[in-house]
């Protein structure tokens, strides 16, 4: 997050998901490479999908503030998505060059929103709550937050020290 003026919705929003940045990049120091695709139990993610499957879901919030990024990589980290043999997927490299160029892209179209693009009906309702594309960027802040805790979940099962504390 830059110091860049917000839209009163849109400025603790913003804040969280610097803060949400600032903590999943804790969560990976230490990590070894031979980690990044281990999963906790066989129901759960590893730790790199959940990173993708968060970049990947902000590049989609980027679409209905109107930046048609894409990310190049298909749905491998859409929601639901079956996980596949490892070697399919993007590097951890690649995955935080594109989670850089998402965030880089996102804060300044948050910077940029008005009362006008808070209000606009939204362009789909992830629940009967949310109805202005203000409440999506809401919602979508909250499912980022909800992945963050995820990472720092796997992070302990993997044997680290906790992110926070």
Sequence with gaps: ?????????????????ATNDSLA????????DGDL????TPQSN????????MADTRARLLKIL?????????????????????????????????????????YARLGAMTEID???PATRAF???VQTVGDQVAFIVMHD???????AYVRKALGLPGVVG
Excluded: C
Aim: aromatic share 14%; net charge neutral.
């Design 145 to 151: 937050t909800y992945h963050v805790g995820q990472l």
């Design 25 to 32: 990049d804790r969560s990976f120091q230490g990590v070894a």
């Design 37 to 40: 695709w281990k999963r906790p």
């Design 1 to 17: 997050m830059s110091d860049m003026t917000y839209h009163p919705a849109i400025k603790p929003l913003a804040f969280i998901f």
């Design 66 to 106: 109107g930046d048609d990024f894409d990310p190049g990589w298909g749905d491998v980290f859409g929601r639901g998505a079956a996980l596949q043999d490892t070697a399919g997927y993007p590097s951890r490299e690649k995955i935080t060059e594109v989670s850089r160029e998402v965030n880089k892209r996102l």
């Design 46 to 53: 590893p730790m790199l999908w959940i990173f993708g499957h």
């Design 127 to 129: 629940t009967d709550a």
């Design 118 to 120: 808070v209000s606009r």
